[in-house]
């Protein structure tokens, strides 16, 4: 398996898992896509919104497309470059 993100690293050591075998990653990986579900749900804009409205949707999605990758990478269903 390759080094995992530092995102990653991250998650798995705040799980006590800093190498862990997959299951463990697989079990923080559904607990991030828990998290991503419960507090930055998926949500479709309206046809119609204010700018700064539109804004805290962008973000709360991006927040979202974040722990969902993360996650991702967890369970080894992608590879991940970071890029900020």
Do not use: C, F
Not at 54 to 64: A, G, I, P
């Amino acid at each position: 398996m390759t080094e995992p993100s530092p995102a990653a690293q991250v998650v798995l050591k705040a799980g006590g898992v800093d190498q862990g075998w997959p299951i463990h990653r697989k079990a923080i990986a559904a607990a991030l896509e828990a998290v991503a579900d419960e507090v930055v749900p998926y949500e479709k804009a309206p046809n119609l919104m204010r700018s700064h409205e539109l804004e805290r949707l962008v973000q709360r999605q991006h927040t979202r497309a974040q722990l969902l990758a993360i996650a991702a990478e967890l369970r080894g269903d992608t590879t991940t470059t970071e890029t900020q």
